[in-house]
């Protein structure tokens, strides 16, 4: 019912800036509630929370990426956007756009329904 395709990753210097895209699309009849975040996974680590908005505007952050990222949305385009300022080396992972069907979602990768391929964000020193 849902397939989500990122786009935007790529290579920067530190210091540098970054924005990812999420695009929902979906068959069926459409949700009023939903939750739409990112997580990112590093090589050799296990994945993490980065930010979430619900349809309600709510947004979430990981406090590694606070006052430095940015989520926002667009539900008539069904797209969910990621901005990446200020980008240090330990930013470095793919990240992973992610779609739940509910409100309050949060930082646990378990209450996310649908998941992207994922899209890489390399940050050089």
């Known amino acids: 019912q849902v397939q989500l395709t990122e786009s935007g990753g790529g290579l920067v210097q530190a210091g540098g800036s970054l924005r990812l895209s999420c695009v929902a699309f979906e068959s069926g009849w459409s949700y009023s509630r939903y939750t739409m975040g990112w997580f990112r996974q590093a090589p050799g680590k296990e994945r993490t929370f980065v930010a979430s908005?619900?349809?309600?505007?709510?947004?979430l952050y990981a406090d590694s990426v606070k006052g430095r990222f940015t989520i926002s949305g667009d539900n008539a385009k069904k797209t969910v956007y990621l901005q990446m300022d200020n980008l240090k080396p330990d930013d470095t992972a793919v990240y992973y756009c992610?779609?739940?069907?509910?409100?309050?979602?949060?930082?646990?990768?378990?209450?996310?329904?649908?998941w992207g391929q994922g899209t890489q964000v390399t940050v050089s020193s």
């Open positions: 908005i619900e349809s309600g505007g709510r947004t």
């Open positions: 992610v779609k739940d069907f509910n409100r309050h979602r949060g930082s646990n990768p378990d209450n996310y329904e649908h």
